[in-house]
RNA sequence: CGGGGCGUAGCGCAGCCUGGUAGCGCAUCUGGUUUGGGACCAGAGGGUCGGGUGUUCGAAUCACCCCGCCCCGACCA
């Protein structure tokens, strides 16, 4: 039973070198420590290492969760279509939705997120206001079929997800919850130890009003955050707004000029010495879904900027867009290479840094050609006006005029105010103290459990291997038996036992290993205390302690449980008033 | 989906160009010597060379097809 915690007996497949497929330190450490291994492409085994890491993640999530008045339930991974079909998601999830026919033919799909369940759970049990709130959650594996899994666990196609679900008769009820729940995951983090951020976010496929991600700071992350260096406003540059400083130029003529083969934004500025913040960069895109799908339009930005394709998305009602063929291009009138926004025959979209600017540079429509002299207001009469332009570091804040930087982050949760838009086209309604039929508000709230793993690795490691928090590490303790005589292996049991019985997770290294080998696999797992018996310090009866890396220092045998539990006691209390 | 790379023992790799007995390091097993920071000696086991078809007397090696994996991109007109 206890040979379970001896390390001879535990299932820890390390690994000398990295894997030649693993790219970022999350996904090398977690290999090379046994805590992971692929099964297919975005799939992976949790190994028993990884399991007590989950477990004690999974813990601290569930405590901050109930707290919040959350309760846990468990809803199925295999979903019917007609859910789907009736909150009308069949369609626009698209193939991330991962679709089959049980045996009788029904369509089915694995669950990558669970609002049509729960709101047909709701639905069905719901009657009176008095019921309401409610949150309940649940966490689970969610399958997404990603174009492209990566990175081990931070973008896996199966994961673990805490999902949460509230529900509300009305709006300030739901803003309430939403702070409510936002809180409960600062706390979370906090608790972690992590380096992390809310922003403001994009609601993306799941849809809502409102929405604030949660992101691990990490070079290795795949979102970009812009966040403001004076005031608080951060936001994922999907979202974020700014303003940026404009070149004053003054009015001049329309006129043609000859481009030869320039064609890109610094070409064409380079080529016309001019600044390239005075190019107007048009992109043709086709609008896929909502009422304008397979349209055609055409967004400006200038010439230092870059079209964000999510705010153009909005901004033409679409759920997303895709960059127009050349075929396409000239069905409006456009020349490759050579767009400009005038005289085009479809929308013309133009950032609102190009309001009423002058002497820009602008692409001709015609082969080798771009128009200099443009002013947007003269010369562009249909053009709309939107935030279409990607942040920039370096912009200043919209709020406080502060200065804007860029860092990049993981994100780990997120949370949205969804209001109506599941609830409505699955009935999740009751009767309000007017005795009228009412539809329920909701929230949905969720944290990446498999990916925050990964993501506390990325922020916690060293050349040695990964160093956890105290209080996510698969094992508090390392307890090391150095050589192999009868009496150091009869003492390390013994403090095994007694480090047990006070309550401390403790994995005990009885291998027939040279200690260098017993240092090196306890460093890249990743244990934080480590307990050392040797021959050494036995004949005076001491053992040594240390953290993980650092000096070691001999305490009397008959002392180190206390000494051990006092040691782990004052780095949690440390820790929390750090919040690192 | 496009581009690039890769697939040979559990892990990391060589061999392929120029066809001819499948190799190295680590790991594993046995024995011995070691034992305070990834030991040493001796021996051993482990391979459908990703799969298929073809060319050839003969294919890990050449050709074609398929599969899988990794990276980049999905973008600046």
Not at 179 to 185: I, T
Not at 347 to 355: A, E, I, K, T
Request: proline residues 3%.
């Amino acid at each position: 039973m206890l040979a379970t915690m001896r390390y001879s007996k535990f299932f820890i497949p390390t690994l000398r070198d990295d894997p030649a497929d693993a790219e970022v330190i999350s996904h090398k450490l977690l290999l090379r420590a046994g805590y992971i291994r692929r099964v297919t492409s975005g799939v992976y085994d949790y190994l028993p290492l990884a399991v007590r890491v989950l477990r004690k993640i999974e813990a601290v999530v569930r405590d901050e969760m109930n707290r919040a008045g959350a309760q846990e339930l468990q809803m199925p991974m295999v979903q019917p279509g007609e859910l789907w079909e009736k909150s009308e998601r069949m369609e626009k999830y698209g193939p991330e939705l991962l679709r089959f026919k049980d045996r009788h033919g029904h369509e089915s799909c694995l669950g990558p997120t669970h609002e049509e369940v729960i709101c047909d759970l709701v639905s069905r049990e719901l009657r009176s206001y008095k019921q309401l709130p409610m949150n309940l959650y649940q966490i689970q594996n969610k399958f997404r079929d990603e174009i492209r899994p990566r990175f081990g666990l931070m973008r896996g196609r199966e994961f673990i997800m805490k999902d949460a679900y509230s529900f509300h008769a009305d709006e300030d009820c739901l803003a309430a919850e939403y702070k409510n729940m936002f809180d409960a995951y600062c706390r979370i983090f906090t608790r972690f130890g992590l380096k992390f951020r809310p922003v403001e976010a994009d609601t993306g496929s799941i849809g809502g009003s409102d929405s604030h991600e949660f992101h691990v700071l990490a070079d290795s992350g795949e979102d970009l955050i812009a966040h403001c260096g004076a005031c608080e406003y951060a936001a994922n540059v999907e979202k974020a707004v700014s303003n940026r400083q404009t070149v004053a130029v003054e009015q001049a003529e329309l006129k043609m000029v000859d481009t030869p083969v320039v064609t890109s934004a610094e070409d064409v500025a380079g080529f016309l010495s001019v600044d390239i913040a005075l190019l107007v960069k048009t992109m043709v895109y086709r609008i896929i879904g909502g009422e304008h799908d397979g349209v055609i339009v055409a967004a400006c930005v200038r010439g230092d900027d870059q079209v964000q394709e999510i705010k153009l998305a909005h901004a033409v009602g679409a759920d997303s867009v895709e960059l127009a063929t050349d075929a396409e291009i000239t069905e409006i009138g456009g020349v490759t290479g050579f767009v400009g926004p005038q005289n085009l025959l479809s929308r013309v979209l133009l950032d609102h840094s190009l309001q009423g600017a002058t002497g820009l540079v602008a692409g001709a429509n015609r082969k080798d050609a771009h128009i200099t002299g443009l002013d947007t207001a003269r010369d562009i009469t249909s053009g709309e006006f939107f935030d279409l332009r990607q942040t920039r570091a370096g912009d200043t804040c919209a709020k406080c005029g502060g200065n804007i930087e860029l860092s990049r982050g993981i994100e780990v949760g997120q949370v949205f105010a969804l209001g109506t838009r599941y609830t409505e086209p699955m009935e999740v309604l009751f009767q309000n103290q007017q005795g009228q039929r009412s539809v329920a508000t909701m929230g949905c709230y969720g944290i990446g459990v498999s990916r925050l793993m990964a993501a506390i690795v990325e922020q916690c490691n060293d050349a040695a291997g990964i160093s956890w928090p105290l209080t996510l590490a698969p094992f508090s303790v390392g307890l090391i038996s150095m050589g192999k005589s009868g009496a150091v292996l009869e003492a390390s049991e013994a403090i095994y036992h007694q480090l047990k019985g006070a309550g401390i997770d403790v994995l005990w290294d009885d291998r027939k290993e040279r200690p260098g080998v017993k240092f090196k696999d306890f460093e890249l797992i990743g244990l934080p205390l480590q307990v050392v018996v040797g021959d050494r310090g036995l004949n005076d009866g001491q053992v040594e302690m240390g953290w993980r890396k650092n000096e070691r220092r001999s305490v009397p045998v008959a002392d180190i449980v206390s000494v051990v539990l006092s040691e782990l006691q004052s780095s949690e209390l440390q820790s929390v008033e750090t919040g690192n």
